[in-house]
């Protein structure tokens, strides 16, 4: 297995569309990253606060860290000092943290506001009305250090394509309906809508993906233990 060759045969994949490539290193060493890197991949995303400062620590500082998992409010000022994009933003709690704790580094924080498209429970995110909620809220209209970038969804783990599908095409007409309202604060530009995994790419891809978020076709699988 070779990250190199994984990487080469993803980019042909997805060379026709216009989408930014996440390559999801976590759990993976270091090691793994760093090829990945000689590689050309500058965009990285991890899950967990602790080994995303580690590996931001060890690497070269031209990467640009993507925070993709469940974020605590207690951890935010970890990541502030450098991170580049938060796509898991699902509070208005949480985007208070951020932009205090942004406001302290002096440095503008992009995210993504992440909504619940699954069947499944145990899945974060955002509902439609919580996302307008925050969007249109005194908050947000007050913030002068986060900037939201776009939406971020995770599809039901299914080999049902047409269930994904159906829940890709639910978060683009969302994100197509905040891109089109006139009436939002200057600090929301919406560009970005990350979609897609290892499993579910190309499906997030013809339904509108500006962003892929990928871990096992690039790494391999992980081993949890
Ligand atoms: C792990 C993870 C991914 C990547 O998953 P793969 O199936 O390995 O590609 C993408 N998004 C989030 C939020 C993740 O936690």
């Known amino acids: 297995m070779s990250v190199a060759k994984n990487l080469e045969e993803l980019r042909a994949k997805v060379s026709s569309y216009p989408c930014t490539l996440v390559a999801v290193s976590k759990t993976k060493p270091v090691e793994m990253l760093e ?38 409010r207690n951890k935010v000022k970890y990541i502030t000092p450098f991170v580049h994009m938060i796509h898991s933003v699902d509070s208005a709690r ?3 943290e951020i932009e205090k704790q942004a406001r302290k ?12 498209i699954a069947e499944e429970e145990s899945k974060y995110g955002l509902s439609e009305e919580e996302l307008f909620e925050i969007l249109n809220g005194e908050m947000l209209a007050k913030a002068r ?9 995770m599809a039901t783990f299914t080999e049902n394509e047409q269930q994904i599908r159906k829940e890709f095409k639910s978060l683009k007409r969302i994100f197509e309906k905040v891109k089109a309202d006139q009436q939002l604060p200057q600090n929301v530009e919406i560009k970005e809508l990350s979609m897609g995994m290892s499993g579910d790419y190309q499906i997030a891809l013809e339904e509108g993906s500006t962003m892929l978020r990928i871990g096992t076709t690039i790494f391999g699988e992980r081993n949890y233990n």
Not at 105 to 116: I, K
Not at 145 to 153: A, D, F, N, P
């Open 94 to 96: 949480l985007l208070k």
């Open 35 to 72: 090829e990945a890197y000689k590689a050309g991949v500058r965009d990285f995303g991890e899950n967990k606060v602790q080994e995303l400062v580690d590996k931001y620590e060890q690497l070269p500082k031209d990467i640009q860290w993507h925070m993709i998992g469940h974020l605590q």
């Open 105 to 116: 580094e002096e440095r503008v924080v992009d995210c993504l506001l992440q909504m619940h």
């Open 145 to 153: 250090y986060v900037r939201i970038k776009g939406l971020m969804g």
